[in-house]
């Protein structure tokens, strides 16, 4: 074991593992991370805490994982290097660690043209690759990015994304490739909606025998209405809705297209078990976290392992 | 070139509307290329303000000039003539040139009569468009002679984000995705290997992170 997270763990021991989100407020309230971190207990591993998610500001991932933490739980803590320049990253790793936090995301982060700061500095300092082996230079050699020495280095176990259906899609497997090559230990893709361009997509990642290398998580995020369907299509850059889908949502009443989206979410998720390279599920339910328990449970994920 | 755009002329207003008489100072090289600041352009803004200041009842006396290159001082010294007439001077160069004259005549006031945009090229008739930042360390000859510094808005070394979209960015239809237009490129030169080398951070030192920079060549400098 490279750390004590329990994300590795569970993954080490050949079950899939199961990880969820929790988006902090836009505010100081507290019990709002306790309110959603509660929904997921029992049911996930560990819980994605949003790095200022589609630049805007939040309550921090660093603040909102203690809180989780605090409440026995293993939070993951999200970074974008569009924030940050990598003092400030490295010294947040280090907090974070310090407060019992070992697992961590590595991302690059939504441009800040799409947030509530159009107006601000983006840093890219670094880019998620370079943070990728930024992190485990710190893990595995004890030292900063710039050279020094880490007196007690932050062990963390190293997450990135991974989008299978941004453009161009034959690059897709050499990017995670370059992930793989920096470093990563495991990857949370985007939502997955069209099922055969993901499996095409692994088999290109399992040919190059990359799922040997690194635990990949495959995204769900349940669709709660057509209209959510059709904004996710039409509106978030890197996102593949297949029409079919749209047209399966909006087949039924409105009132039933709950129920539609998590029955797609469980079909997707019995499907994608059955896919080589797929080591777990990473569930996006965006500010829908009551239903995590019932899709985890449907899919047959739970108990979850007790580590 | 440098690409520089005229500020709205309620902006240029507002700096010189106290006065009377001023000097109108073009420049030849990169503005002119990018028709913002050349002889033409010194033409068409001196008629401009002269009629905005007639609307309000006043005159305006403008000498107008446009000098070979407003940042070397062996063309801002031509000023020397006319300076004492103008109350203030207006600059229709880049944020060098303005600051040329500045450092050249310390008794003079002068104003910029455009915004300083980005070092670029022009892609097709009146369109210019962003190519380099100049961060002082090129990286070109690893990316197939296309710049993530300047063209990625996220300046990622190792892109494309999970935002690229049918060869645009993320950010808009109307950008290009770079790491799009830099896998083609290393495509079509049949190095598709270079790709999958991890670009490790960069050193921003000899860029703008660096402070303010300067070139000392030994063999010039006097
Ligand atoms: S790598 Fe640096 S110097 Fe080279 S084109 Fe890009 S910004 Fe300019
Ligand atoms: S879409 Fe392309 S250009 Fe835009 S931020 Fe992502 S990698 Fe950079």
Request: glycine fraction near 8%; charge should be neutral.
């Amino acid at each position: 074991m490279k750390t004590e997270s329990k994300l590795e763990k569970v993954l080490a021991s050949g079950q899939l593992a199961v990880t969820s989100e929790c988006g902090p407020p836009r505010g100081a309230r507290p019990e709002k991370v306790r309110e959603k971190t509660e929904m997921l207990k029992g049911c996930v591993d560990a819980i994605n805490v949003t790095d200022n998610q589609t630049a805007m500001v939040r309550m921090s991932s660093f603040a909102a994982c203690i809180i989780i933490k605090q409440m026995g739980l293993d939070p993951i803590l999200q970074m974008v290097s569009r924030d940050r320049n990598r003092l400030a990253m490295q010294s947040d790793i280090i907090g974070a660690y310090a407060h019992g936090i070992n697992t961590m995301l590595c991302l690059s982060g939504d441009h800040t043209h799409f947030g509530d700061h159009p107006m601000a500095v983006s840093v890219y300092d670094i880019d998620s690759v370079q943070a990728i082996q930024m992190v485990k230079k710190m893990r595995d050699e004890g030292k900063f990015q710039g050279g020094g020495d880490i007196d007690t280095p932050p062990k963390m176990f190293i997450g990135a994304a991974a989008n299978p259906f941004a453009d161009p899609f034959e690059l897709r497997v050499a990017r995670l490739a370059k992930k793989v090559n920096a470093g990563v230990d495991f990857i949370q893709t985007q939502c997955i909606y069209n099922l055969d361009k993901f499996e095409i997509w692994m088999k290109g990642v399992c040919d190059r025998g990359l799922d040997k290398k690194v635990s990949i998580l495959a995204g769900i995020t349940p669709m709660k209405s057509v209209g959510m369907a059709k904004y996710m299509k039409n509106r978030v850059p890197g996102m593949d809705v297949p029409d079919e889908l749209i047209k399966r949502m909006a087949g039924v009443p409105k009132e039933k297209q709950p129920e539609e989206g998590i029955k797609i979410a469980v079909e997707s998720i019995e499907r994608l078990k059955e896919v080589k390279g797929v080591a777990g599920f990473h569930i996006m339910a965006i500010e829908w976290e009551q239903k995590v328990r019932e899709l985890v449970e449907r899919a047959g994920l739970l108990p979850r392992p007790q580590l | 070139m440098i690409v520089a755009e005229q500020k709205p002329i309620e902006e240029i207003m507002e700096y010189i509307s106290p006065y009377n008489r001023i000097l109108l100072v073009g420049c030849n090289e990169c503005v002119t290329v990018c028709a913002a600041g050349g002889r033409k352009e010194v033409g068409i803004l001196s008629s401009a303000l002269q009629m905005a200041f007639m609307k309000e009842g006043k005159t305006l006396e403008v000498k107008e000039i446009t000098l070979e290159r407003q940042c070397d001082p062996e063309y801002v010294e031509e000023l020397v003539t006319h300076i004492d007439q103008a109350e203030v001077v207006l600059s229709m160069a880049c944020g060098c040139g303005v600051q040329e004259i500045a450092r050249r005549f310390s008794a003079k006031l002068v104003f910029p009569a455009l915004n300083t945009k980005f070092m670029g090229a022009s892609e097709r008739q009146g369109v210019w468009a962003e190519r380099c930042q100049g961060c002082g360390d090129c990286i070109l000859g690893l990316t197939g002679g296309i710049c993530p510094v300047a063209r990625c808005s996220k300046r990622l070394l190792n892109g494309p984000c999970g935002g690229s979209t049918g060869g645009n960015c993320e950010i808009s239809k109307d950008v290009d995705c770079v790491w799009n237009i830099i896998w083609e490129r290393l495509k079509s030169l049949g190095m598709e290997d270079r790709y999958e080398e991890v670009m490790t951070a960069k050193d921003w030192r000899p860029s703008w992170h660096g402070g303010p920079r300067k070139i000392i060549r030994e063999d010039l400098a006097e």
